[in-house]
């Protein structure tokens, strides 16, 4: 139960070997349906617009990980991680005979929605396995997991790609050597749910006074869910971040190879340089927080510094500045992440953790959907209308924003950080401190 060790027999190092299993095999099929999105369109001169067909497939369903979170407390959570690890298995393998756009997007859109339907069951089962003072830890050891996975599968569907296959393999599916990757892939799953076989999870039953009735279960999820001043500050918070951050990945190329004039491969430090933050906080953080009595407050912090760095970069013209500005920027993002999916974990009811997270996931992905929809279009809106280009003003706009969500977290919290502390009059002239309450609150 409280061993958290990626090598060992412990029930945590089945579910992160099968969790990053399951990873590396999304990244892998997400790269080669973008290459085969491609590989398509280049026939009609528009691979350019057809390479983005995978990726709108995978956003789109967005709106499902509040049902999956209601599956992830009616039925048994490592049934329904199983069971889309091969059902993914078996949808990618259609990838492998798929000649044209539409087949592309289907599959994708599938495996997206069994995708979302693993994510609240992983998250809601950690909590199980693994004790309350060790879930930042474990929960940075999934990340890590999750993330380190993404060069490495990059990295083998190149490898991979630019083998000549037989000529009746290649004849025997789509035509297109590059899609022998899929039937790795699918390995991996088949891989992840056989790993997931001997994980051992406690059952747990659907609340009192509900069982049998899905939509008021459902309607009980968002109840708990918007009820909890905390978990519903975190939560608009971080999907103003999204909606801000998703304008970085949509505009932080043009920002640096026009407005700025860098090279093409600018582009691809800056995104190294945020990812090394991510990783770099997630091995930081693991090592000084264990309690979640005043998480939020440090997740304030954390989006303030990501708002303020962001900021700083986009003012910038000196590259290493801005890598600089992007690795700080990083750190405050993998810090939110890693806090905000832990707090959830140890401060919402069993039965109720599947929801939670499903419609926290929800919001989320909207907000990032909507970033993406719209940072193009106010970019070409306010370009005539300020001084700088219309890109440096939204990525300046949308730092500006994560600087408030941090702002909205950190100002929600300081009442309970003086109660906390002892403050209980705002009278300043009459504080009562009551240094026993320093301690974090027993659980």
């Known amino acids: 139960m409280n061993k958290v060790k990626i090598f ?23 790269f080669a349906s973008v290459a085969l999105a ?6 009609t001169g528009n691979s350019g617009i057809t390479a983005v067909v995978p990726v709108v497939a995978r956003i789109i369903p967005a709106f499902l990980s509040s049902f999956a979170g209601l599956m992830a407390d ?15 298995m078996l949808i990618v393998l259609f990838l492998f005979f798929a000649t044209s756009l539409v087949q592309l997007f289907i599959v994708n859109f599938l495996t997206e929605i069994f995708s979302l339907m693993r994510q609240p069951s992983r998250e809601s089962i950690v909590p199980e396995i693994v ?16 993330y380190a996975t993404l060069p490495i599968a990059s990295i083998l569907f190149a490898l ?20 022998i990757i899929f039937i790795f892939d699918a390995f991996t799953f088949f891989l992840s749910a056989y790993l997931l076989v001997f994980l051992k999870t406690k059952s747990v039953k659907p609340i009192q006074g509900s069982q049998g009735f899905v939509l008021r279960e459902f309607k009980e999820g968002l109840n708990y869910f918007y009820s909890n001043q905390e978990i519903r500050n975190i939560t608009v918070s971080i999907s103003l971040s999204l909606f801000a951050a998703g304008s970085l ?15 093409e491969s600018s582009f691809g430090f800056m995104i190294a340089s945020f990812g090394t933050g991510i990783i770099f906080s997630m091995v930081t953080f693991s090592y000084f927080i264990s309690s979640f009595s005043r998480v939020s407050f440090v997740i304030g912090l954390c989006m303030l510094s990501t708002g303020i760095s962001l900021y700083t970069a986009f003012i910038s013209t000196e590259f290493i500045n801005i890598l600089l500005s992007i690795f700080i920027s990083g750190v405050g993002t993998g810090g939110v ?5 832990s707090f959830l974990q140890a401060t919402t009811d069993q039965q109720m953790r599947g929801r939670v997270f499903g419609n926290f996931y929800t919001i989320g992905r909207i907000a990032l959907l909507l970033s993406f929809l719209t940072s193009g279009l106010a970019a070409n809106y306010l370009d005539p209308l300020f001084v700088s280009s219309g890109v440096e003003t939204v990525l300046k706009i949308s730092s500006l924003l994560i600087l408030i969500s941090g702002l909205i977290t950190f100002i929600s919290s300081y009442k309970k950080i003086f109660k906390e502390f002892g403050i209980e009059n705002s009278n300043f002239n009459n ?13």
Request: aromatic share 14%; no cysteine; charged share 20%.
């Open 131 to 146: 004790h309350k003072e060790n879930l930042v830890k474990a929960n940075s050891l999934f990340a890590i997991g999750t």
């Open 8 to 30: 060992s027999k412990s029930q945590f190092s089945i579910l992160w070997w099968s969790g990053s299993l399951s990873s590396f095999g999304d990244w892998a099929t997400l």
């Open 38 to 43: 491609s590989q398509l369109g280049s026939e």
């Open 249 to 263: 990945f949509i505009l932080g190329h043009t920002f640096l190879t026009v407005d700025l004039g860098f090279t």
């Open 337 to 341: 992440y890693l806090l905000t999916i």
């Open 74 to 88: 009616r039925m048994n959570k490592k049934n329904i991680m199983i069971f889309t690890d091969l059902s993914r």
């Open 160 to 179: 991979i790609a630019d083998i000549r296959v037989p000529d009746f393999i290649s004849n025997f599916g789509n035509g297109w050597s590059g899609s």
């Open 431 to 443: 504080i009562k401190l009551d240094f026993k309450s320093i301690e974090d609150e027993p659980e």
